[in-house]
Structure formats: C-alpha cells, structure tokens
Antibody, heavy 124, light 106 residues
Framework: QVQLKESGPGLVQPSETLSLTCTVSGFSLTSYSVSWVRQPSGKGPEWMGRMWYDGDTAYNSALKSRLSISRDTSKNQVFLKMNSLQTDDTGTYYC??????????????????WGQGASVTVSS | DIKMTQSPSSLSASLGERVTISCRASENINNYLSWYQKKEDGSVKLLIYHTSRLQPGAPSRFSGSGSGKDYSLTISGLESEDIATYYCQQGYTPYTFGAGTKLELK
C-alpha cells in the first residue's frame, strides 16, 4: 500500500526556514520520483519541485532561490527546506508520488498518490 | 508559466445529476491535463490523466475530454461521495493548477 506522510513544525517565524519531511512506504524512492506541492488557503495548489528517482532535483523557478529538496533513501524520506519564509508561505504542504505513464519527458508524470498534508503557518 | 482557468468556481448539483467542470489553459497543452479531487478532510486523489485516462480505482462515472487549450471533467451521475473540490493541472513544468471548482449538493 502506497503511503506518504508529511511532518514538520506547524508554526514558523517570519524570515526563518521551513523544514518538512515526507516519509514514504509501499514504494522505493529509487524507482519513483516525489514532488512537493503547497496550497495556500482558498487558492489553487502550487507545484514546488521534485526529487527525481535518480537523485536529481527540479524546482519551480518562482521558488528556486529559497528551496532545497533532498532525500535519504535508507530512511525512505524526502526533505524540503525553504528559507526566508513570509506570511504568504502559509498553507498546506503535500508530498506526492510521481508516476510515469508513458514517456521520458516530464509531461508524462502524474501525481498519483498524495500525503495527508502538513499545515504550516508563518507568523510571529 | 501556463495559466489554468477553471469554471465555474463553485457548483451546486443534485444527486444523480450530470456535472461538467471546465478548464482552459493559456496555451495549447497537447492533452497533458490531469484532474484531482480534494475532499474536505484535505485528502487528494488523482482521477484523470492525459485528458481522458481514468486512474485505476477512480469510479467510471468520471470522464475527461478536450484538446488544445480547452478541457472538461464530467461526472455522469453525481453521488454524495463526489462532494469535493476539483482541480485541473497541466503537464508542462512548472506544473500549474486551476483555482478549483467546489462542488456542493443542491
């Protein structure tokens, strides 16, 4: 059974760094890629970036200067770190399993399993 | 970035009713379009990918269609478990999502 679970602090001070962990089970991080997606309250989701199955990373250019994604395959964990947090970074943060359905391009990846989400509030 | 515009933003429908949600991309996305369902408890599921391919486990009352810039999700007969918010997402990086369509019971 494929499962993903996000964990981390629910409250972060402005200008501080957010650290989240995605712990996965039911699949291997060396076979599947994992994305991070966030959703501010009342808005649509935003794709943040991806840890590829081969250890490479891809980032949304809007967040690239603040964002880092890494992993520990021995612990089945993917990590997100984002610095210089502001109030508009408040929202729910999800990790997703990304499945390839038929081609080598990023266009052939879909987010076929999602974690429950971690609520993050940026406030002093 | 490609902008995704969903309509309507909210929708009230009766059980058994046929429901259609639309999504328009700011440019041709060549059928790289997925639909997701988000429940009130925050859980998210993939329903449809590549415009019309049904994700295993998704009910067959869900279907997708479209081409070019314009796409739609149809529920052929609304059931109570379908009450949720639906999002479209295009497949060119950076992936972008619509703002969502909140489906409620009439």
């Amino acid at each position: 059974q494929v499962q993903l679970k996000e964990s981390g602090p629910g409250l972060v001070q402005p200008s501080e760094t957010l650290s989240l962990t995605c712990t996965v089970s039911g699949f291997s991080l060396t076979s599947y890629s994992v994305s991070w997606v966030r959703q501010p309250s009342g808005k649509g989701p935003e794709w943040m970036g991806r840890m590829w199955y081969d250890g490479d990373t891809a980032y949304n250019s809007a967040l690239k200067s603040r964002l880092s994604i890494s992993r520990d395959t021995s612990k089945n964990q993917v990590f997100l770190k984002m610095n210089s947090l502001q109030t508009d970074d408040t929202g729910t943060y999800y990790c997703t399993r990304d499945r390839n359905y038929g081609g080598y391009s990023e266009r052939y990846y879909v987010m076929d399993a999602w974690g429950q989400g971690a609520s993050v509030t940026v406030s002093s | 970035d490609i902008k995704m515009t969903q309509s309507p933003s909210s929708l009230s429908a009766s059980l058994g009713e046929r429901v259609t949600i639309s999504c328009r991309a700011s440019e041709n996305i060549n059928n790289y379009l997925s639909w997701y369902q988000k429940k009130e408890d925050g859980s998210v599921k993939l329903l449809i990918y590549h415009t019309s391919r049904l994700q295993p486990g998704a009910p067959s009352r869900f279907s997708g269609s479209g081409s070019g810039k314009d796409y739609s999700l149809t529920i052929s007969g609304l059931e109570s478990e379908d009450i949720a918010t639906y999002y479209c997402q295009q497949g060119y990086t950076p992936y972008t999502f619509g703002a969502g369509t909140k489906l409620e019971l009439k």
